[in-house]
């Protein structure tokens, strides 16, 4: 659209266009706000976001709390290692793509990229200012990609995978999954990660 206006005042000759210029910027800067292009995120767009974490982070706690409670946490490991990519990529639709990344991580597929790196630095100075993690969030919206971010606290059943010390057959199992397993040491209430999510329009 900004493309076509342009278009449309450059044939209107110089003395003209130089005045159209400024109410084309203005113009574009307020479109830039209802559209997403000038870096501020729809606020509905958010409220999706929430949605899609909500659902996603209750889908992954039942799978790993139903395999904790009938097999015990090697074989949780297990479950882990095969469903969390699995779950993320069922709700990976509709232009949506879901994840999770961290600081300290565990499967290197999970490791963040430059924005995601500087959101999971902010996040970890405003938990040690005391800041909740129930409510941490970011977005921000880059051409036409919507990107959210929300922390993830470290709860009470995360330290038997996560933990400063961990039972010998999950190390175990860690070691022969993880080799490069970086997710351990972890105390509850410690800040473990992010949920990672983009939404990209067509
Ligand atoms: C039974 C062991 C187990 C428990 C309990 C567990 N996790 Fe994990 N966690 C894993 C495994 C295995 C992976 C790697 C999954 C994969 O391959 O994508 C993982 C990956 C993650 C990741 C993705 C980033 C990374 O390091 O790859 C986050 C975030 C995470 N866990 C948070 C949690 C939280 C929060 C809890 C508690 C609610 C928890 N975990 C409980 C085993 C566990």
Request: some cysteine; aromatic content about 6%; overall charge negative.
């Amino acid at each position: 659209m900004p493309l076509k206006a342009t278009q449309a005042f450059t044939v209107k000759g110089n003395t003209m266009k130089k005045e159209f210029s400024v109410t084309l910027l203005a113009a574009l800067l307020l479109a830039g706000t209802s559209a997403g292009y000038a870096g501020a995120p729809d606020p509905e767009r958010i409220q999706e976001a929430r949605q899609q974490t909500r659902a996603f982070a209750e889908d992954l706690k039942s799978t790993l709390m139903k395999g904790m409670k009938a097999e015990g946490p090697k074989a949780a490991i297990r479950l882990c290692n095969e469903e969390a990519p699995v779950i993320a990529m069922s709700h990976s639709t509709d232009g949506w793509d879901i994840g999770r990344t961290s600081l300290k991580i565990r499967n290197p597929e999970n490791a963040p990229d430059a924005w995601e790196k500087q959101v999971l630095l902010d996040f970890a100075s405003r938990h040690q200012a005391g800041e909740s993690m129930d409510t941490m969030e970011a977005s921000i919206q880059d051409g036409d990609t919507f990107r959210y971010m929300k922390a993830i606290p470290v709860g009470g059943p995360c330290v038997i995978c996560h933990g400063e010390t961990l039972a010998e057959p999950v190390q175990e199992e860690l070691a022969r999954l993880y080799p490069d397993d970086k997710a351990t040491g972890f105390r509850q209430g410690d800040l473990r990660g992010a949920f990672t999510l983009t939404y990209t329009s067509d």
